[in-house]
């Protein structure tokens, strides 16, 4: 319920007790999912419109947006705030958006209302720029109102592929302007232009500089006319989400001819996937990707299975010409949660950092290898940070007094968890996998997959699936784990 009631921004519907008869300018902006395949978002964005939003009473016009950074904005224009309610009451028991509401973070989302004296009501904008700012304390308003005319009459009407400027404000004197161009190139040419005209560094001089948010969007529906390959990330999320769905097409990415397999309990090849697919029970199997990301020909997967029961899973594919040519794994039985009260899935999942990279694999690689492998324990706050460290082991707490603890239990009974090799570093941004070989309880040949986030050069949360290793002669491939 709380993601339909955030999303009712976004088709065009929501409640509100401030009245005017001006018509209403929606402006939504929010992130995907790091899950969701960006292509069937854009067209799941495209029928809501057609058959949800358009049919409304009191529907102007809607675009959608998205910038190079894969931030979403939703501009929807209303007739009045009633149109909007109605809209908002019949939004509340429709099934044809919730597909598409589930794939929007709803933590990034951010919505706003403006009354504004015109709209925009063509179809033919391919860009989009949206500003949202306060006016500097004493500004007066009917000079910033004379101001704003003129930019649009002595500069922005002027310039090639100018399509529509609407300005508005809502009822917190939050001021918007928001641009339509026909091409990106024709906004792109005229915006240092705007910057040193005399008009416009007249306008910006009455903002609010700490309050200004600027957008710059290429439209959805101009996309449409450029599908977009699918990334590795979103064919092996398809291929997982194929489980739940029984869609065939995914199989498709998998190349038939060469497909190594290190699960040790499958067999090689496309053959060794399609006998574990024809033991599945009767209701299937059931694939919830939490967490996904890229690293070259790599991609990672942290996911929430029904595999013969509940069970945690770190998942790496390899990709060879755009084909899943090999494939790792490790499984574990979803356990309670641990004595922070955290399971093996919850926390952070937006990817960010992504220019951190390779610094962030090297700290995690570091951390693996001095601390680990090499029993450095000095070195340990050099890589963990030592006030905030967020736990999902099922059996450790947070911080490093719960990791002390956790190996204190071990030293006590006579467990060990030692780590004899880190096979592979995969990361994107501030998320970092390693895939380690060691011993782990009374010495059982064991895999580690550990995932960690991190801030600022240090390690501020970990999940893991620790699984043993079994004895060669169970395996039905000569892959290896690792």
């Known amino acids: 319920m709380k993601i339909k009631l955030i999303l009712l921004a976004i088709i065009g519907g929501f409640a509100t007790s401030c009245q005017s008869n001006q018509s209403v300018l929606e402006v939504t902006t ?9 292509t069937k978002f854009n067209a799941l964005d495209a029928a809501v419109e057609t058959n949800y939003t358009s049919k409304q009473p009191g529907f102007i016009n809607r675009q959608s947006g998205v910038n190079e950074k894969g931030e979403y904005v939703v501009l929807v224009y209303w007739n009045n705030m009633e149109n909007a309610d109605a809209s908002m009451k019949k939004f509340m028991n429709d099934a044809s958006v919730a597909d598409f ?63 529509e400027r609407i300005t508005g404000a809502d009822e ?20 240092q232009p705007f910057m040193n005209h005399p008009i416009s560094k007249e306008f910006m001089g009455m903002m609010d500089e700490s309050s200004i948010q600027f957008g710059r969007y290429q439209t959805l529906k101009s996309l449409k006319n450029n599908p977009m390959e699918l990334s590795k990330k979103d064919k092996v999320v398809a291929l997982l989400n194929s489980f739940n769905t029984g869609d065939k097409t995914p199989i498709s990415y998998i190349n038939p001819e060469k497909y190594i397999q290190h699960n040790l309990a499958v067999g090689d090849g496309l053959q060794g996937f399609g006998e574990v697919m024809q033991h599945a029970p009767p209701q299937g199997f059931k694939a919830n990707v939490v967490r996904a990301f890229e690293d070259g020909d790599y991609v990672v997967t942290h996911t929430e299975y029904d595999f013969f029961g509940p069970k945690a899973g770190f998942d790496v594919f390899r990709f060879e010409d755009g084909k899943i040519v090999e494939h790792w794994d490790n499984l574990l039985e979803v356990q309670q949660p641990n004595p922070s009260g955290r399971t093996q899935f919850d926390g952070t999942t937006e990817i960010t950092d992504l220019d951190k990279t390779e610094t962030n694999k090297t700290v995690v690689k570091e951390f693996i ?16 940070n030592p006030t905030k460290y967020l736990q999902h082991n099922p059996a450790v707490a947070d911080g490093l007094d719960g990791f002390g603890a956790a190996m204190k239990y071990f030293a006590d009974n006579g467990l060990v968890m030692e780590y004899t090799k880190l096979h592979k570093v995969l990361g994107q941004g501030n998320f970092v996998l390693t895939m380690s070989e060691g011993k782990f309880g009374k010495g059982e040949h064991t895999a580690f997959y550990d995932l960690f986030r991190l801030e600022n050069g240090q390690i501020v949360e970990h999940w893991d699936v620790i699984s043993t290793i079994p004895p060669k002669t169970e395996w039905k491939n000569e892959n290896g784990k690792f």
Request: hydrophobic letters at 35%; charged letters at 25%; a neutral charge.
């Open 30 to 38: 929010f992130k995907l999912k790091t899950t969701a395949n960006p």
């Open 172 to 191: 917190n004197a939050t001021q918007v302007v928001a641009v339509y161009w026909d091409t990106k190139n024709n906004s792109d040419a005229a915006l």
């Open 369 to 384: 290898e001095k601390v680990l492998l090499n029993h450095e324990m000095d070195k340990l706050t050099t890589y963990i």
């Open 101 to 163: 509401a589930s794939m929007i973070d709803g933590k990034t989302m951010n919505m706003k209302r403006y009354h504004v004296d015109n709209t925009f009501t063509e179809n033919i904008s391919n860009f989009i720029e949206v500003m949202s700012f306060h006016t500097k304390n004493g500004t007066d308003l009917a000079t910033f109102k004379e101001t704003d005319k003129k930019v649009k009459t002595d500069f922005t009407e002027k310039q090639k592929g100018f399509l």
